[in-house]
T-cell receptor, first 113, second 116 residues
């Protein structure tokens, strides 16, 4: 099993451009999460999904949209990138929510110029 | 806002020594988890301790939880150079209705360096 994979690994955008980050998991997990990590800080939750077709806002959702059309995929979109969105983005999944380990992908480094 | 506060921010020790990291949080929790992150990589789950547990062991790891003080500690015994990484605590807090969606709140992490 590949676990949680993320594409792309690295991307450079200009301010105002759009892009989509893809997260895929092959563990049949119900719950999926998008976090961002900024230098010297822990991870902050952007959006999450409790199942196929559902999404909800996390701690820092502004400027991002998400979709979960298939159970195994969770997409994070930036409609109009800003320099403040320069960060490392991590996707995670878990079988259940309560008292469950989250499995993380390797991350996507995004630089917005 | 970051619920977890970790202490120290950085820790440098020699191989074979023990390493202790502390985490404090602000609200009631369902569980507290510790993760490790090697440089430039994703997070790897180490251990989960439930709110009704006080201590948990996994190999060279020992985690304690004191809900009255809203604090936890991670002890790594007989450290190795391969333990060099950032360590994060993350809390899972239920909402007002008692439902947990697994929304983790992370501390800023402790950078551990183990010298050979």
């Amino acid at each position: 099993n590949a676990g949680v994979t993320q594409t792309p690994k690295f991307r450079v955008l200009k301010t105002g451009q759009s892009m989509t980050l893809l997260c895929a998991q092959d563990m049949n997990h119900e719950y999926m999460y998008w976090y961002r990590q900024d230098p010297g800080m822990g991870l902050r939750l952007i959006h999450y999904s409790v199942g196929e077709g559902t999404t909800a806002k996390g701690e820092v959702p502004d400027g991002y949209n998400v979709s979960r059309l298939k159970k195994q995929n969770f997409l994070l979109g930036l409609e109009s990138a800003a320099p403040s969105q320069t960060s490392v983005y991590f996707c995670a999944s878990s079988r259940q929510a309560r008292r469950e380990t989250q499995y993380f992908g390797p991350g996507t480094r995004l630089l917005v110029l | 806002s970051q619920q977890g506060e970790e202490d120290p921010q950085a820790l440098s020790i020699q191989e074979g020594e023990n390493a202790t990291m502390n985490c404090s949080y602000k609200t009631s929790i369902n569980n507290l988890q510790w993760y490790r992150q090697n440089s430039g990589r994703g997070l790897v789950h180490l251990i989960l301790i439930r709110s009704n547990e006080r201590e948990k062991h996994s190999g060279r790891l020992r985690v304690t939880l004191d809900t009255s003080k809203k604090s936890s500690s991670l002890l790594i015994t007989a450290s190795r150079a391969a333990d060099t990484a950032s360590y994060f605590c993350a809390t899972d807090a239920s909402n007002a209705g008692g439902t947990s969606y697994g929304k983790l709140t992370f501390g800023q992490g402790t950078i551990l360096t183990v010298h050979p």
